[in-house]
């Protein structure tokens, strides 16, 4: 039995969306042109601002090493927001009420609290409690944030993800034998994490942009890299600029490679469907009637 959520929109329908789409794309246009000749008129696109990034010393000492600090600081944080999610959105599934009680809150707790405010508590924390080199303490108080914040939002998708299943799902699998903790590891995170993954692409997105934030503690990534170019040479807009773009190309790259894992995946998962000669049927032990 299927749901139908909306009805297909008619031909009538369709051609006032055609119609609004066209609007708000000659509006986005027209705004995007007013800001181009308002910013030219200040000089912001005159070749002495935009000649430094056509050198080497600017991506040499400035836009590389951002770079590099904000893929490292995201690919720590990708990588331990989910072995966070895991532990405490398997322990959100417990059977155990003490333990979905505490993962319950240690979820809700780090969701509710401003990724920001993290960053700087773990700046102060790490800098002056000798557990890090100062030197480092920026990243890891980067990371541990991004960490504990994306990481609770995953564990919330999986745990989702998995309620949301089909009871039957459990059911089968605890009738071949299997108990609670493997039917969760075996039969039913696989499925919500495919259910999940356009949620968890997205989320991967985020952790990309939060790490943007370390500027305010220092950490010296893609956004605070342009900013010391625009402080240092005087063209501040032309440096964000380059930077968004280089933004736009990370997360759109990351985005597609996330999306056609996710495609495979699926395809592995349903896997082509053989039809073969039906099997004979075997006779009883007492013969042909």
Do not use: C
Not at 155 to 165: Q, T, W
Not at 256 to 277: N, Q
């Amino acid at each position: 039995m299927s749901t139908t959520l909306f009805d297909a929109p008619g031909p009538r329908m369709r051609r006032r969306i055609l119609v609004a789409n066209i609007i708000g794309a000659l509006v986005l246009l027209a705004l995007l042109t007013w800001v181009v000749i308002g910013l030219a008129g200040k000089g912001q696109f005159t070749a002495q601002k935009w000649e430094p990034f056509l050198t080497s010393n600017v991506w040499e000492n400035f836009f590389l090493p951002g770079l590099l600090a904000t893929l490292k600081a995201a690919f720590l944080a990708i990588i331990g927001a989910h072995v966070f999610a895991l532990v405490f959105g398997l322990g959100r599934l417990s059977q155990l009420a003490p333990v979905r009680w505490v993962s319950g809150a240690v979820v809700e707790f780090f969701r509710a609290v401003p990724v920001l405010i993290m960053m700087i508590f773990l700046y102060f924390w790490f800098t002056r409690s000798g557990v890090v080199p100062a030197s480092e303490g920026p990243l890891w108080a980067v990371v541990v944030a991004l960490t504990l914040y994306n990481g609770s939002v995953i564990a919330e998708l999986l745990r989702s993800g998995v309620v949301s299943l089909p009871r039957g799902q459990r059911e089968a699998a605890l009738t071949i034998g299997l108990r609670h903790g493997q039917s969760l590891r075996l039969v039913e995170l696989p499925q919500a994490m495919l259910a999940m993954l356009p949620s968890m692409v997205s989320q991967l997105v985020v952790i990309l942009k939060d790490s943007a934030l370390g500027y305010i503690i220092t950490y010296t990534e893609l956004l605070r890299a342009a900013r010391l170019v625009g402080s240092n040479f005087g063209n501040l807009l032309p440096a964000l600029l380059v930077a968004a773009v280089i933004f736009i190309l990370i997360n759109w790259l990351l985005t597609t490679l996330a999306e056609r894992t996710a495609s495979r995946m699926r395809a592995r998962t349903a896997g082509p469907v053989r039809v073969g000669a039906p099997s004979a049927v075997p006779q009883s032990a007492g013969g042909s009637h």
